[in-house]
């Protein structure tokens, strides 16, 4: 399958949000969505809308401590921060690929921690700050079509 990529520009945190609602209504089961951005880039807020197109209902903004968070919604829901994780000794131990294939849809937070651990199949979300409250935002598929049967009309 061919990749796809895009490349949006966001002005609010409510755009933000916006956006990761539209993926996280194309999602299917099994679908890996790995985000990478500096701290405070807006990681946590697009996975806040990819929680609401998925129907989960309570969603809560990572806790330190915790580093997978599971919900349900239109699929089970698993999200991870790997924040603080170390070496790959780490994460070995919190067997963060034990969550692919299980039939949810997993969203990660500092997923280049993972390096070769991450899926064939997923989405990558880079968030770059620009100016003010602009951000950049690119959602590249490997493997998958989600993006590619998704209209951005009015976002951005
Ligand atoms: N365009 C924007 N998109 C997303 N967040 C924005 C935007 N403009 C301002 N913000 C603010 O930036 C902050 C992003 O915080 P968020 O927790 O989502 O980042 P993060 O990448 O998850 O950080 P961390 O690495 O600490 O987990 C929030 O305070 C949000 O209100
Ligand atoms: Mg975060």
Redesign the pocket.
């Known amino acids: 399958m061919e990749n796809f990529a895009m490349e949006i520009i966001?002005?609010?945190?409510e755009?933000?949000k916006a956006l990761g609602e539209k993926l996280g209504k194309a999602l299917k089961e099994n679908d890996v969505v790995a985000l990478s951005?500096e701290?405070?880039?807006?990681?946590?807020?697009f996975i806040k809308g990819l929680a609401a197109g998925l129907k989960v209902r309570d969603f809560v903004?990572s806790p330190s401590f915790i580093i997978v968070n599971e919900y349900s919604g239109r699929t089970p829901f698993y999200h991870m921060?790997l924040?603080r994780l170390e070496g790959e000794e780490d994460i070995e131990d919190i067997a963060v690929t034990e969550y692919f294939n299980r039939g949810g849809v997993v969203a990660i937070?500092w997923a280049e921690k993972l390096k070769v651990l991450l899926p064939d199949r997923f989405i990558a979300v880079t968030?770059e700050l620009l100016d003010g409250?602009?951000?950049k935002i690119t959602l590249k598929e490997t493997g998958t079509d989600r993006l590619k049967n998704m209209t951005f009309r009015g976002v951005s």
């Open positions: 966001t002005k609010t945190p755009e933000t951005g701290l405070g880039a807006g990681k946590t807020t903004s921060d924040y937070e968030i409250s602009r951000r």
